[in-house]
């Protein structure tokens, strides 16, 4: 009944907008009409080869006073200088969160699966747009988990410890899943602090335990569901897991949580707090924007401005180049 009533209410906030185009009068737009739940919505459907996939907004963070998280070891006044030239609020930076599905014949395959609702009403947006795209929840057959951060697996339960995806399987590197499953994980090699990574062990364990028996492992390494190349990248957590899907000789490489902002490929080398091996993280990053920049790779991001496709490009600095596409719903590559 919601959905055929958000239908109906998109088709009413269409047909308004149309009829006083048409009569060659657009001053009486009643945008209220609009549901809020197609405000919110963000979906962009990718044709690459004879597979396709999803790219679906659930929101995104907001993260103050941003040069302790991203430029921990930067003089500050370089800070202020990146920012300004990026036109950014030295206050605040703002993160997408972009969550890609991959349809084969076989297999409808989320990445992840944002945030959910735990933390207020600027995340949890993906069933909604999931839904709005025309795709069931109870359709999605896996779920490759790329690290178990919150903004990637809180999604996976409700505020009340439901299952949102009740029918999928879901695959996560084995490296992460012990890590986050042992007594003890390691942050010898982080620079959160002892609050931030208790809170983020906790959140973590929770979701884990109560996804453990549908869990399947694999190696970064591994070949998944026929296209989906995976690659271990370390620095971020221990079993952060990078991939490439390929379909006739055309490529995007998902890059997960390598840069989470444009500033970070410009200035590699600031590292960001949320990088369980820092260092490690540092040398990940310089070492992926090389190999994308020289393959003219494209490239898909969790984090990056909606809805993270683009190319790594060099002048003086690498620089993020976002892809141009015209129209709002649809790409063929
Ligand atoms: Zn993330």
Not at 95 to 124: C, P, S, Y
Request: charged content about 20%.
């Amino acid at each position: 009944m919601k959905i055929k009533r958000a239908l109906k209410l998109s088709l009413m906030a269409v047909s308004m907008m149309v009829i006083p185009v048409l009569m060659g009068n657009n001053s009486n737009l009643n945008y209220n009409v609009m549901d809020k739940s197609r405000v919110k919505s963000e979906s962009l459907k990718v044709n690459l080869g004879n597979i396709c996939f999803y790219i679906f907004s659930d929101g995104y963070l907001t993260i103050d006073k941003p040069q302790s998280t991203f430029a921990p070891n930067t003089p500050s006044a370089d800070f202020k200088t990146e920012m300004q030239n990026a036109h950014l609020s030295e206050n605040t930076i703002d993160l997408a969160i972009n969550v890609m599905m991959i349809k084969t014949q076989e297999n409808t395959i989320l990445i992840d699966a944002g945030l959910g609702r735990h933390f207020g009403d600027k995340q949890g947006w993906l069933v909604n747009n999931i839904e709005n795209a025309g795709i069931s929840r109870d359709s999605i057959t896996d779920i490759l988990i790329t690290h178990a951060h919150r903004d990637h697996i809180g999604g996976l339960i409700s505020n009340e410890e439901a299952m949102i995806f009740p029918n999928a399987k879901y695959h996560i590197a084995k490296e992460e899943y012990d890590f986050w499953m042992s007594e003890n994980p390691d942050f010898s090699k982080s620079k959160l602090s002892i609050e931030q990574r208790k809170v983020t062990i906790e959140f973590t364990k929770k979701i884990l335990n109560r996804i453990k028996e549908n869990v399947v492992l694999f190696h970064p390494g591994d070949t998944l569901f026929s296209v989906i190349q995976t690659e271990l990248a370390a620095g971020h957590t221990p079993g952060h897991t990078i991939f490439t899907i390929t379909s006739e000789g055309k490529s995007v490489k998902n890059i997960v949580d390598i840069f989470h902002a444009p500033l970070l490929i410009s200035n590699p080398e600031w590292g960001i707090v949320f990088d369980i091996d820092f260092e490690q993280g540092i040398r990940d990053r310089k070492q992926i924007l090389e190999d994308c920049y020289v393959n003219k790779q494209l490239v898909m991001s969790s984090h990056l401005p909606w809805p993270g496709l683009g190319y790594i490009d060099k002048r003086d600095k690498y620089y993020w180049n976002p892809i141009y596409y015209y129209t709002p719903l649809e790409i063929n590559l």
